[in-house]
């Protein structure tokens, strides 16, 4: 079975794409500070984009990514790759909103935003408003 943790850091910067994470972080910012300066620039507006719609969310480490929770629950995961930013999970969307998906849709469940292009935050904003409203939760 095929890891989909992501790459070390050293990986962002050239190495062989088939090392993994070894090092565990207890927080997001460790996790962020690990990589070159223009994706912790990168990830640092992710997380922005996602507190812009839950200023409440918790954060945490799981499966050894950044994981922002509401309600003490699990709400979305992002993480670094050598080439692209992913978020997981993709929620259920209506029929326009998945067009916009599409070309950002790597697997079941994955959007991939890849780190030579501007990053769609908006989306990224719409994204976890959706996954809040499928939730239940509140914005905080």
């Known amino acids: 079975m095929t890891s989909r943790l992501p790459h070390a850091p050293s990986a962002a910067c050239g190495e062989p794409e088939g090392r993994l994470v070894a090092e565990q972080f207890a927080t997001i910012d460790q996790y962020i500070s690990s990589f070159p300066e223009d994706v912790q620039i990168i990830l640092e507006a992710v997380r922005r984009a ?36 992913s978020l997981y999970p993709v929620p259920a969307a209506d029929e326009a909103f998945e067009q916009e998906l ?38 905080g």
Request: hydrophobic content about 45%; aromatic content about 10%.
């Open 50 to 85: 996602i507190r812009n719609v839950v200023p409440a969310a918790g954060e945490t480490i799981s499966y050894r990514i950044p994981t922002m929770t509401l309600n003490g629950r699990h709400l979305v995961y992002f993480a670094a790759w050598k080439h692209h930013i």
């Open 102 to 139: 599409a070309p950002y849709v790597a697997a079941k469940g994955t959007v991939r935003f890849p780190l030579n292009e501007p990053i769609p935050y908006d989306l990224i904003e719409r994204l976890v408003a959706l996954l809040v409203q499928q939730r239940g939760g509140q914005r």
